[in-house]
């Protein structure tokens, strides 16, 4: 049976053995404890930090992809019957032209009204839906062979009208159906193809059940009671070229431009692109903010708390450091090429002031930007060109370093870049290895020598790196890993100490109940010899 060492103690000192007990075990503790804990609340705290690095720094990515959208040019438009949109930063140039829109694109609209509800049953069978075009003076209809008919199955549990609209949408063809109330109980079937004169419909209905109602959709003869609107292509012209379309929002016409056609126009209207300060410097600012966000959290985190402040989770952390100054150094550092001579970001006005923030002089800016709009790219927009229009040049992978790389052409046709030989294949030119890795060159005959510039701008280069700091088992990463671990090891030794002083606090408790019983016989012992020269005295006095 366990003894109660507990129970026992007090019972023969008198002394709050307990309490003792309780007193020595804490002063082992405490210390001890209090060392241990402490770490770990700094390695967890460390970690919180780091993970807002990472926050920090994929904020500021998301940044830089929006500011890469803006290369300083705005759309231009005379007219309110085309909007112009720049699309891709990185394709689109400066340019103006004239137009005019003779029709826009329309969708084929059909209707088949008749119905009493929308929940009309109208029995089980099939939608076979074909694309093309419908002549509506002869009724023929010209199929598109680029796309492939569709058939929509009607179940004869599911065959109400409003069943066979949403299966018409669920299906995804390219004809989207809806369901008016056209008053008096009567219920009408609309359904709409895309835009364009080769996306007109042709239905075909097969019922299962004649005469069940699923035939009242059936368009495989034209009908132009039926047809409301006709499927048609957008008609334009560039600079009197004619164009035309299957949708009035037009992608393809000029590199990085998204033009959405509004109306047909009165008279020739003017849209574009020009280079524009104003909005340059906005991504110029954007840029700027971004980046001193960015310094500003590092820089608190990191912060040896001088003069008396707090000094930051991450004082002393080199990882952080050294991510400070990689960002740093981006908006610092050259800039090559873009041309024969470096661009540095000074040269449009932005400069690092003493406390880390950078700042920009927007007349700086301004009057840089309006000399030379294209040299913004540096900033914004990777740069792969030559020096001769009879050399044309791009890219096949992103492992290439920036530079100006010279071309050389032998008399028997074969190329070097930068000494380093080409392959020539089917009339191109290419290297792999190599600082202009991936490089591939169109050669006029004509061409000798030439130079290539391949550039890679500022925000790209800092985009690469934060890819790389947030990239999968990252520097970051590993420090989390280790502080982590470091965590595990406090929580061990915390539990081991636990441990030690659950067994040193048995151990007293022990040898506080030997000394409690010690004490509890002696005093049975002094208690005896009392009574015995208790009866010794008495016997002396009678």
């Known amino acids: 049976m366990a003894t109660d060492y507990l129970s026992a103690l007090n019972v023969g000192s008198g002394l709050n053995t307990t309490e003792i007990v309780d007193s020595l075990v804490n002063a082992e503790r405490a210390p ?16 919180s930090a780091l993970g807002t690095v990472k926050t920090e720094l994929a904020s500021l990515n998301t940044s830089l992809g929006f500011i890469e959208t803006v290369n300083g040019l ?24 004239q137009i005019e829109v003779s029709s826009l694109a329309t969708a084929q609209t059909l209707i088949f009204g008749g119905f009493s509800s929308a929940s009309q049953s109208l029995g089980a069978g099939s939608l076979t839906i074909s694309f093309g075009a419908w002549n509506a003076d002869t009724g023929v209809f010209s199929a598109d062979t680029d796309q492939t008919d569709q058939t929509i199955t009607i179940t004869g549990e599911q065959n109400t009208l409003t069943d066979v609209k949403d299966a018409i949408n669920a299906s995804d063809i390219g004809a989207y159906a809806s369901i008016i109330d056209t008053g008096n109980g009567n219920y009408t079937l609309l359904l709409t ?15 299962t059940i ?85 310094r500003s959290t590092l820089s608190n985190l990191s912060s040896r708390g001088t ?8 004082a002393g952390n080199s990882l952080t450091r050294n991510i400070l100054s990689r960002v740093r150094n981006f908006t610092t550092q050259a800039i090559e090429g873009y041309g024969d001579d470096p661009i540095y970001l000074a040269n449009f006005g932005m400069k690092t002031e003493l406390d880390g923030n950078i700042t920009l002089d927007e007349d700086v800016f301004t009057t840089a930007f309006e000399a030379n709009p294209s040299s913004f790219n540096a900033i914004i927009k990777n740069n792969i060109s030559t020096s001769d229009a009879e050399i044309s040049a791009s890219v096949i992978t992103d492992n290439w370093t920036p530079g100006n790389y010279i071309l050389a052409v032998s008399d028997s046709g074969s190329a070097t870049i930068d000494e380093v030989s080409m392959t020539l294949s089917s009339g191109k030119y290419s290297v792999s290895t190599g600082n202009a890795n991936g490089l591939s060159l169109n050669i006029g005959d004509n061409i000798s020598s030439g130079t290539v510039y391949m550039g890679r701008s500022m925000i790209n280069q800092l985009q690469q790196y934060i890819d790389t700091m947030l990239a999968y088992n990252n520097n970051i990463d590993y420090a989390i890993e280790s502080y982590n671990s470091d965590i595990s090891d406090y929580e061990d030794k915390l539990t081991a100490l636990d441990n030690q002083m659950s067994a040193l606090r048995q151990r007293y408790i022990l040898q506080f109940s030997s000394m409690d019983s010690l004490v509890a016989s002696l005093k049975k012992t002094e208690e005896g010899l009392k009574n015995m020269m208790d009866v010794w005295r008495s016997s002396i006095q009678d």
């Open 307 to 314: 003069n008396g402040a707090e000094s930051g989770p991450l």
């Open 210 to 294: 004649a005469n069940s109602g699923l035939a009242g959709l059936d368009f495989s003869n034209y009908d132009a009671s039926q047809e409301v609107v006709s499927a048609t292509d957008a008609s334009f012209s560039i600079d009197g070229l004619d164009v035309v379309r299957d949708t009035n929002i037009i992608d393809d016409a000029f590199d990085g431009i998204k033009m959405t056609l509004v109306s047909t126009t009165s008279s020739t209207e003017t849209i574009g692109a020009s280079w524009d300060s104003a909005t340059a410097l906005a991504a110029m600012n954007a840029l700027v903010t971004s980046v001193n966000d960015f």
């Open 74 to 97: 705005a759309p231009v438009q005379s007219g309110s019957s085309v909007r112009i949109e720049i699309s891709d930063a990185n394709d689109a140039s400066a340019f103006s032209h």
């Open 32 to 47: 001890r404890e209090n060392i241990l804990t402490t770490a770990k609340e700094e390695r967890t705290v460390n970690v």
């Open 193 to 207: 193809s895309e835009t364009g004169e080769n996306n007109a419909l042709k239905i075909v209905a097969n019922e």
